[in-house]
């Protein structure tokens, strides 16, 4: 008889599914966090070569009740920061335009850039 056909349909031995691969960016340090994952969901995207290996603390940005109140309700379920900044720091470039920042003692703002809406046309 015939040996066994592996090299189908991305399945390995004993047909279980060999999953999503992901391809690593040629520059990780200046690749920006898929804010998919960034969000705390899989990324199901193929083709998406942003990073997925950013640690939740680097990429999370901070909580705007902790910081106007010194306290969130929510406490350690909050998906934010827990940390005082000054109220004129400068916005991290890092975070800005990456999407995380890997220094635990950075005392800029993490605030993600806001997308500039195109307003409607008026009537």
Known sequence: ????????????????????VR????????????P????????NNPKCTLRHDVSTEASRPICVFFQRNGMCSKGDSCPFR??????????CPMFERMGYC????????????????????RK
């Open 1 to 20: 008889g015939r040996g066994h056909h592996y090299g189908r349909g991305g399945r390995g031995k004993a047909g279980r599914s060999m999953g999503l």
């Open 23 to 34: 391809v690593k960016p040629h520059n990780p340090s200046s690749t920006p966090i898929c």
């Open 36 to 43: 998919t994952f960034r969000r705390g969901l899989p990324c």
């Open 82 to 91: 827990h940390v005082k900044v000054r109220w004129d720091a400068e916005v």
């Open 102 to 121: 890997e220094d635990p003692n950075c005392v800029l703002r993490h605030v993600l850039a806001k997308k500039s809406r195109v307003e409607a046309p």
